[in-house]
């Protein structure tokens, strides 16, 4: 006799077989499914060439560095890089009284920096990250494949790939020596290397990427970093900066592009370059500190006129001028 089969009774093992079969299709079907779909976010997330016409990025933000230096808006300055100024452990003061120095990494002590900071002053110290420079005593550690061209009327100089590892280790080491000295800030310089002949196909996207790699190393060791010139790429990295130091805007006639830094109350410290300098008559003067024509977006930026070897001279907008031993 036939008797029903119960609901709940097992199916032949042919059935449960081919049944369990079809099961283990499906899921494999939907983790390739998901697997592809993981693989082109990732490939579109990052990583990959930099598509015509698409704005630069910036792949990481690095913290804030909360107990870093934050400079004010209008904060006086004085650069000079030609050489090592001369300030002796008991000064009671330097020339000009201002309140940030912005000096060369290399040829400066810690003592230096140390009399400047007793004397209540904030210290930038500069570095160039975009180029080589054979007479510094790292240069050695640059590989020949590290270097593109020449920069135009820099004797000594080479543009560097931003990309490779080998630069970065460098600069970063470099920062480390920024913050044994002391330094409150870097001033990274030549990282605008895609505006140039730098014979490395430098992209502006290089230069995102470099900027940051340089906050996220600053940020660990609590400096405050500067965007040096590079105006195409202020609206990207204008977050992960505390400053700019700006050349020529006025000259250029591009001072508005540097005007996001002081909307977003962060200085931009502003170098002009007159011809005639170190004699500079008054409509000279006015004419590189005036905040309309060529000097139109220039309002509240820390101007100072200097010779371009960057001595210890300087003049500023009120015609006062000084000389840094």
């Known amino acids: 006799m036939f008797s029903k089969q119960p609901h709940n009774a097992q199916l032949p093992f042919y059935r449960r077989k081919r049944v369990l079969l079809v ?9 390739i499914v998901i697997a592809v779909g993981l693989g082109v976010g990732l ?31 209008n904060s006086s300055w004085q650069i000079v890089l030609l050489s090592p100024l001369n300030v002796s452990e008991d000064a009671t003061s330097v020339e000009p009284d201002v309140e940030v120095f912005d000096i060369d990494l290399f040829i400066n002590d810690r003592e230096t920096i140390d009399t400047l900071h007793r004397l ?23 590989d020949e494949s590290d270097l593109g061209n020449d920069l135009d009327d820099w004797p000594g100089e080479r543009w560097l790939n931003l990309s490779s590892p080998n630069v970065r280790g460098i600069m970063e080491r470099r920062i480390i020596m ?21 014979g490395l196909d430098l992209t502006e996207q290089d230069s995102v990427d470099m900027m940051a790699f340089l906050a996220g190393v600053t940020s660990r060791h609590q400096l405050s970093i500067g965007l040096k010139n590079a105006g195409d790429i202020i609206p990207t990295v204008l977050p992960i900066v505390q400053f700019s130091v700006n050349e020529q805007c006025v000259e250029y006639g591009e001072c508005d592009t540097f005007r996001p830094f002081i909307e977003d109350n962060k200085p931009v410290f502003h170098i002009e ?7 500079i008559s008054q409509n000279t003067r006015q004419d590189y500190c005036r905040d309309s024509g060529d000097g139109d ?8 006129l200097k010779d371009m070897d960057l001595s210890g001279w300087v003049e500023y907008c009120s015609g006062m001028s000084a000389t840094t031993q």
């Open 23 to 31: 099961l283990l299709g499906l899921v494999l079907v939907v983790v």
């Open 43 to 73: 490939t579109r997330g990052g990583g990959g060439e930099e598509e015509e016409g698409e704005a630069p990025t910036l792949p990481t933000r690095p913290p804030t560095p909360s107990e870093a230096w934050q400079p004010a808006v």
């Open 120 to 142: 209540n002053k904030k210290v930038i110290c500069y570095f160039s990250a975009g180029s080589s420079e054979d007479w510094r005593p790292d240069f050695d550690d640059f």
């Open 178 to 198: 920024a913050a044994e000295k002391g330094c409150d800030a870097v001033d990274p310089d030549n990282v605008d290397g895609y505006q140039n002949d730098n």
């Open 273 to 279: 370059y007159p011809s005639s300098a170190p004699s």
């Open 297 to 304: 977006g220039s309002e509240e930026f820390s101007t100072v």
